[in-house]
């Protein structure tokens, strides 16, 4: 039997790897990691992952094809192909600092697969690195003397969390990277066997190594560009009446431009966005290509100033005071459909708004705990509350940061009724009924349009 390992059993490596199980049945798929905690909770009907229909395909071959398990030594040992997909966060020290990857742990499981491998092996870079970190991993694979065989592959994901069982289910497209090499390009055709047990052949796409690498960064890019580049044109839009929606619509219509991607926010957030568009900022800069690493930074810059600009608009609206006044931020998490809250604008939101000594209040239905532990240093002066309608009860305003459905289906009137008057909407993910709001009383501000104001 084919056997799969992967490395790694974080929000990528657990679905992926569940998926690559219940598809096929044929091969042995084992997720190690470091943290037993996350694998026992693998095991069990609780996942350490939020995600829509996920517990239906890991059930699907638990136990039968798919294993989670601690044991890394063994794994290793056993595997044909071992997939490495631990976390590259963003550097904290030293050179690159803020803005290249954290390679650390990527490079011990790299020395580790060397330490304990006694027959050859595929491996497969799942995590998002720099480009030519596959040379770095050869050459580290290649450096024992026990005659084991080392391909280097790269397999980027693309999944977006809330709905990655529905795209790795149904991939745009697969892409593997590979070296142009006979060797190379078997273990190429190893992985593409893999997914072709579910995956049309014309939706796997094959390259060499550094375009494989170089397209995960450019596809967070240019999503992330997108978004940052609707919310410039949303501040224009608040200064000249245009509305926002309207203005995306008409440009999404051109077939040239397309339309998704371009909902006005409160900003980005999510693991990969932020880190992935820094990570290429560095390389460019590396390479000594200043202008376009500046070109990127922006993309952040931009998203980090639409943070800070819903909340100096709620300052501003609110009589340019909001000290001592209860404000309650629907959601927490990055978006809607997950837990996850890393790189979510909340955060920035949430610490703004207690410099102003906001008498804040959080709701979010799956990303309490999470926000508890993100605002760890500041949680005494915040109130944690799963219940939408008491954390708006007594507030002078609402935050919406996260588009969860249920926010859309409230009963308005009745949170209306137990605000402080003038009561304040501010819909920094343009979810709510405005026009419905503003009969009720509520003074509204939306991202990118008008505000609807009785005052
Ligand atoms: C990760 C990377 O962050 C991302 O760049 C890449 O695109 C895919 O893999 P994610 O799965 O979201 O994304 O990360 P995370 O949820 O943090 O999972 C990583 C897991 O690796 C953790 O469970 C961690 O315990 C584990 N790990 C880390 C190991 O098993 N061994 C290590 O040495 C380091
Ligand atoms: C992203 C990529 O989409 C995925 O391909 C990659 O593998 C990982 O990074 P993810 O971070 O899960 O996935 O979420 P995504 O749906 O892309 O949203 C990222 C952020 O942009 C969220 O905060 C979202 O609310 C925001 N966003 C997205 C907008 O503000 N407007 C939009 O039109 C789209």
């Known amino acids: 039997m084919y056997k799969i390992l992967c490395i790694g059993a974080g929000y990528v ?124 991993m050869a050459r580290i694979l290649n450096s024992g003397s026990n005659g084991v065989k080392f391909e280097v592959l790269s397999n980027p994901e693309f999944l977006a969390e809330g709905t990655a069982i529905a795209d790795l289910d149904h991939p745009d497209r697969i892409l593997i990277g590979g070296h142009d090499t006979p060797a190379g390009q078997k273990a190429v055709q190893a992985l593409v066997d893999v997914y072709a047990a579910w995956v049309p052949r014309e939706r796997i796409l094959t390259t060499n190594l550094w375009s494989s690498e170089l397209s995960k960064l450019t596809a967070n890019a240019f999503l992330a560009q997108r978004v940052s580049s609707i919310n410039s044109i949303s501040a224009l839009c608040e200064a000249t009446d245009a509305d926002v929606g309207e203005v ?40 000594g290509l200043h202008e376009v690493a ?19 608009r709620m300052l501003r609206e609110m009589f340019n005071t909001i000290a001592g006044k209860r404000i309650a931020l629907f959601g927490f998490a990055f978006k809607a ?11 920035l ?37 799963p219940d939408p309608y008491q954390a708006a009860n007594g507030a002078h305003a609402i935050a919406v940061v996260t588009e969860w459905d249920q926010y859309k289906t409230l009963d308005y009137q009745r949170i209306y009724d137990r605000m402080i008057k003038p009561a304040f909407v501010f819909d920094g993910r343009n979810i709510l009924d405005h026009k419905a709001l503003y009969e009720i009383g509520f003074n509204v501000y939306s991202i990118g349009k008008a505000a609807l104001k009785h005052i």
């Open 13 to 136: 490596g657990g679905p992926t790897m569940s998926m690559i199980a219940k598809k096929n049945p044929n091969v042995r798929v084992t997720v190690v990691d470091i943290n037993s905690s996350r694998i026992d909770a693998w095991n069990s009907d609780n996942l350490p992952i939020y995600e829509p229909g996920l517990l239906e395909v890991v059930k699907a071959a638990r136990g039968k094809n798919l294993f989670f398990s601690t044991d890394i030594h063994r794994g290793i040992e056993e595997a044909d192909m071992i997939f490495v997909s631990v976390n590259t966060p963003t550097k904290t020290f030293g050179h690159g600092a803020g803005e290249a990857s954290d390679l650390q742990h990527w490079e011990r499981c790299a020395r580790q697969i060397l330490e304990v491998a006694k027959t050859d092996k595929i491996v497969v870079e799942k995590s998002t690195l720099p480009v030519r970190t596959a040379d770095a």
């Open 349 to 385: 939101v949430a610490r703004e708004l207690l410099a102003e000594h906001v008498d804040l209040v959080i709701t979010d239905p799956k990303a309490l705990a999470q926000a508890q532990i993100d605002l760890a240093d500041v949680k005494d002066r915040i109130q944690f509350e």
């Open 294 to 312: 500046e070109y990127w930074r922006q993309v952040v810059k931009l998203n980090e100033y639409q943070q800070r600009r819903f909340v100096a």
């Open 248 to 287: 995306a619509h008409a440009i999404g219509t051109d077939s040239r431009i397309g339309s998704r991607f371009l909902k006005a926010s409160v900003g980005f957030g999510g693991s990969c966005f932020q880190k992935d568009i820094l990570n290429l900022a560095y390389l460019c800069q590396s390479y």
């Open 337 to 347: 459909d997950t837990g996850d809250t890393r790189e979510s604008p909340a955060i």
